[in-house]
């Protein structure tokens, strides 16, 4: 049976796109099977993201949070959600018509005004 569609999901022209961008597997891994479907997985990241929810708080007819987390963890720290972005983004500007490399940055940087003492020193006489 098929959950009802969120609307932070795939389309099925999205997950194509994605799995396109999706690194190679490193080679002489294996391991388990999985559990629950990729595309799943990648769903309750967006619907998280997408609502703001708490790991925990996501609905019970996705994967189960600590697996969502754990994916999510281990694609952060290893590069995957880097690599996804950085493809897509050459994608996007590639049918834009655009280098794939942007040859202009934009900087921006605001000045906060702070003591020059720090520590205990900084604090008024009658909170010491």
């Given at each position: 049976?098929?959950?009802?569609?969120?609307?932070?999901?795939?389309?099925?022209?999205?997950?194509?796109?994605?799995?396109?961008?999706?690194?190679?597997?490193p080679q002489g891994r294996s391991g388990r099977p999985?559990?629950?479907?990729?595309?799943e997985v990648v769903n309750a990241l967006l619907y998280?993201?997408?609502?703001?929810?708490?790991?925990?708080?996501?609905?019970?007819?996705?994967?189960?949070?600590?697996?969502?987390?754990?994916?999510?963890?281990?694609?952060?720290?290893?590069?995957?959600?880097?690599?996804?972005?950085?493809?897509?983004?050459?994608?996007?500007?590639?049918?834009?018509?655009?280098?794939?490399?942007?040859?202009?940055?934009?900087?921006?940087?605001?000045?906060?005004?702070?003591?020059?003492?720090?520590?205990?020193?900084?604090?008024?006489?009658g909170r010491k």
């Amino acid at each position: 049976m098929q959950r009802p569609a969120y609307p932070s999901d795939l389309s099925d022209g999205q997950w194509q796109q994605l799995q396109a961008a999706w690194p190679p597997p490193p080679q002489g891994r294996s391991g388990r099977p999985r559990k629950y479907p990729l595309r799943e997985v990648v769903n309750a990241l967006l619907y998280q993201a997408r609502t703001g929810c708490s790991w925990r708080s996501l609905p019970h007819d996705l994967p189960p949070h600590a697996v969502v987390w754990e994916h999510f963890r281990r694609w952060r720290d290893n590069g995957t959600l880097e690599h996804i972005h950085a493809t897509l983004r050459d994608q996007v500007r590639a049918q834009a018509g655009r280098e794939r490399a942007p040859s202009a940055a934009i900087l921006d940087s605001q000045s906060v005004k702070t003591t020059e003492k720090g520590g205990q020193k900084a604090l008024m006489p009658g909170r010491k």
